[in-house]
Nanobody, 113 residues
Framework: QVQLVESGGGLVQAGGSLRLSCAAPRRHISSINVISWHRQVPGKQRELVASITSGGRTNYADSLKGRFTISRDIIENTVYLQMNSLKSEDTGVYYC??????WGQGTQVTVSS
């Protein structure tokens, strides 16, 4: 059973923005210790983008600080990843992961130059 569902990916021009969503249909996000976003870009290993704890503490990959923001909406039971000033090298599949939840199915982000 899929426990985390990503959405919001798509095609965007360089310099544009996208907001990804990670929903947890079967569990409230406040009960999940850590939820994180990861990405797999072509030719590279999957890497951490950002994480958020149940207490709201956030952490980012150093290279993405300032452009990406992770947040959560308790009422919507969703974790978001706001991505600004997108670059072609941000192209890849973005995955949501939750502690004791596993991985979502991923959502494709394509940035055209």
């Amino acid at each position: 059973q899929v426990q985390l569902v990503e959405s919001g990916g798509g095609l965007v021009q360089a310099g544009g923005s996208l907001r990804l969503s990670c929903a947890a249909p079967r569990r409230h996000i406040s009960s999940i210790n850590v939820i994180s976003w990861h990405r797999q870009v072509p030719g590279k290993q999957r890497e951490l983008v950002a994480s958020i704890t149940s207490g709201g503490r956030t952490n980012y990959a150093d290279s993405l600080k300032g452009r990406f923001t992770i947040s959560r909406d308790i009422i919507e039971n969703t974790v978001y990843l706001q991505m600004n000033s997108l670059k072609s090298e941000d192209t890849g599949v973005y995955y949501c992961w939750g502690e004791n939840m596993g991985w979502g199915q991923g959502t494709q982000v394509t940035v055209s130059s």
